[in-house]
């Protein structure tokens, strides 16, 4: 324990080049505060996705029994939603980490050009996915009627990817501000860590949109369905229905 | 405990002040190697939309456990190479394990009251009570 900490104080706190030449202080636990702080921000975003991906599959299944029960309103999921347009933007953010990771490895060895190319590239897949989205959503409305309080399916839909929209148009905005720092000569190999940062957020978009892609898109909601046909079998037979 | 004194010895990683114009930081994939994981990740969510379409798959109850599985590769993949976690700091693994853990907590404890809630809805869909 005193070994490592004292290695980690001799290196300035995880900074490497000493507390004399790091615009930041040394830290006690030899991982750069920003990076802890973005990663302990990442966990509790675990937890406000897992809430509303949680809610869009309690809802998804309702909307469906009670238009089956005649008395709710479509559209429903399997009429709306598109997989293969969904899976190319699924596709093109997935591509967006590969440049993400790209760009943070050509500032961490100085590659200026590199980097611009990179974080230019990301932001751009990024604003495709954005603009996928924006036409996905005004498809739905206009098309299929799909509004944010058209059913339970809606809500919970417009909810969940929206927020996720949100996470991505931050993310984007980050990314040309990081493009900006670096064209004005701002972004050298010594603030690698900014972009370290920013594409640990990045990342984190992908992976929830991997699990959205997955539980929203691709799983059908049968078993809903059927949990809840269960449940009115029972129901039925309590009241002697059946 | 060797680890992190390594890790504090290179500055966890991301070319912090003080490591050399150029360096390769020690432990971690290449260009190469990212794009070989890029590759990989797209051949997987080939399959995944495959999958989906395989009606066999749907019908004899697999394809939910292959998409998850498939899904779950994918994260792990990303979040180990892509966010750096195989190489980081242990601790930083522990921190986003919690706030992933907790979050599955949510979803499954949530999804088993939905499972429990259904009679009630049901009771209100077949006597059409309020």
Request: with cysteine; hydrophobic share 50%; glycine share 12%.
């Amino acid at each position: 324990m005193s070994t490592a900490v004292a290695t980690a104080e001799a290196h300035g706190g995880g900074h490497g080049g000493g507390a004399e030449h790091s615009p930041h202080p040394p830290t006690s636990t030899g991982i750069d505060h920003r990076k802890l702080l973005m990663w302990g921000f990442l966990a509790s975003d675990c937890m406000f996705f897992g809430s509303l991906i949680a809610t869009y599959l309690i809802y998804r299944g309702r909307a469906e029994e009670l238009v089956a029960a005649g008395q709710g309103s479509g559209p429903l999921p399997h009429e709306v939603l598109d997989i293969p347009y969904t899976s190319v933007s699924a596709f093109v953010l997935l591509m967006s980490s590969l440049t993400m990771v790209l760009a943070l490895a050509a500032v961490q060895r100085g590659d200026v050009r590199g980097t611009r190319i990179w974080l230019f590239a990301t932001a751009t897949l990024g604003s495709i996915f954005l603009g996928g989205q924006y036409f996905e959503f005004t498809s739905f409305y206009k098309e299929d009627g799909l509004g944010l309080t058209t059913n339970m399916f809606g809500t919970s839909f417009y909810t969940l990817t929206g927020f996720h929209g949100a996470h991505v148009t931050i993310g984007v905005i980050m990314l040309l501000s990081l493009l900006w720092v670096s064209l004005r000569g701002g972004l050298r190999q010594e603030q690698a860590i900014n972009v370290e940062i920013i594409g640990l957020y990045w990342h984190f978009v992908d992976i929830v949109w991997i699990v959205i892609f997955t539980l929203v898109y691709l799983i059908p909601y049968d078993d809903d369905i059927s949990t809840i046909s269960e449940g009115a079998e029972h129901a039925a037979r309590l009241l002697g229905l059946s | 405990m060797a680890h992190r004194a390594s890790v504090a010895t290179h500055g966890g990683h991301g070319g912090h002040p003080g490591s050399a114009a150029g360096e390769h930081l020690p432990g971690h994939p290449g260009q190469r190697t990212y794009i070989n994981i890029a590759i990989i990740l797209a051949i997987i969510t080939i399959v995944e939309v495959a999958t989906y379409y395989i009606e066999w798959m749907a019908d004899s109850g697999v394809l939910v456990p292959t998409l998850i599985v498939l899904s779950a590769a994918k994260f792990v993949t990303v979040v180990g190479y892509f966010m750096h976690l195989k190489f980081d700091d242990r601790r930083l693994t522990w921190i986003f394990a919690v706030g992933l853990v907790i979050s599955l907590a949510i979803v499954i404890s949530l999804k088993i009251l939905m499972d429990v809630h259904p009679i009630d809805y049901a009771l209100r869909l077949l006597t059409g009570g309020e």
